[in-house]
């Protein structure tokens, strides 16, 4: 089980962030596009991650919280996801559809995701992944460190994961 610090920000100058991002960040950028079916489950979510050429099945927990919150989660990776979605699908039902592109850098241990989420609009993800063990205190400060230096105000920070937003009628500028 992977764990990690995170936030999640509504950009309101994707360009300029993405400027601020490209000058801190050790790696990238990657752009991936992603469509993330949800599934309903006992605990946490469930989601499908098609991709090009494959996929994820990612189950995770995660508090809804604006700043940083701690996430563990668990990857399966799979060669077939569309015959995985029939399954999952006739089995459980869904919950909803997330489709976005995203932009994938990385500043040391953290991943900085740039989301065009489509009917959301733009946002900045920092996942700040933890060693074995380590407490969450760390993670919460890096994130904190790249927020101020990425000029993320707390006002941006968005809590709840982008199917709420969609099913909510999105989040408002």
């Not at 596009?33 to 469930?46: E, M, V």
């Amino acid at each position: 089980m992977g764990r990690n610090v995170e936030i999640k920000a509504r950009a309101r100058d994707a360009a300029a962030l993405r400027e601020r991002v490209a000058a801190l960040a050790t790696a990238g950028p990657e752009t991936i596009a992603q469509h993330d079916t949800f599934y309903p489950c006992a605990r946490g979510r469930l989601k499908l991650r098609r991709l090009a050429g494959g996929g994820e099945l990612i189950h995770y927990t995660r508090p809804d919280a604006a700043g940083p919150r701690a996430s563990d989660y668990i990857v399966a990776s799979c060669a077939d996801p569309a015959a995985l979605h029939q399954t999952l699908a006739g089995a459980l039902g869904t919950l909803g559809d997330v489709r976005k592109r995203r932009e994938l850098w990385r500043a040391g241990r953290t991943r900085i995701h740039l989301d065009a989420v489509e009917g959301l609009g733009d946002f900045l993800e920092l996942e700040v992944a933890l060693a074995d063990g380590e407490g969450i205190d760390a993670g919460e400060r890096e994130a904190r460190r790249l927020m101020a230096a990425l000029g993320v105000a707390e006002s941006d920070l968005v809590p709840f994961a982008y199917l709420d937003l969609l099913a909510a009628g999105g989040v408002k500028a």
